[in-house]
């Protein structure tokens, strides 16, 4: 609900950590469908994560490095990038929509979403 405002991001060496935050202005009654984003120069934007009622997603180039998590009670979405990658190198953004539909096959449809944060820089270098 509302605005979204991303922090965390940075520059690291290949083989490094990250952890991004996402910070909601406000918390909301309905379910949701909270999910980050991210744009390399050239690129369009893709689906990173997604996390929806305890359910998560995530796209194949980033399964088994990258946790998304929540903390509903101070409504703070959390995405922690493990053995960075240069090609993980982006402008990494939050977004949310109403969680109907939100599941394995649409969660990372960009034109479901309502809102976005401004975006937080990721630097991978080799």
């Known amino acids: 609900q509302g605005q979204l405002v991303e922090s965390g991001g940075g520059s690291v060496q290949a083989g490094g950590s990250l952890t991004l935050s996402c910070a909601a202005s406000?918390?909301?009654?309905?379910?949701?469908?909270m999910s980050w984003f991210r744009q390399a120069p050239g690129k369009e934007r893709e689906g990173v994560a997604g996390i929806s009622s305890g359910t998560t997603y995530y796209a194949d180039s980033v399964k088994g490095r990258f946790t998304i998590s929540q903390d509903s009670a101070k409504n703070t979405l959390y995405l922690q990038m493990n053995s960075l990658k240069p090609e993980d190198t982006a402008m990494y953004y939050c977004?949310?929509?109403?969680?109907?539909?939100?599941?394995?096959?649409?969660?990372?449809?960009?034109?479901?979403?309502?809102?976005w944060g401004q975006g937080t820089q990721v630097t991978v270098s080799s």
């Open positions: 977004a949310s929509r109403q969680a109907a539909s939100c599941n394995t096959w649409t969660w990372a449809y960009i034109s479901r979403y309502n809102y």
């Open positions: 406000a918390d909301t009654y309905s379910d949701y469908c």
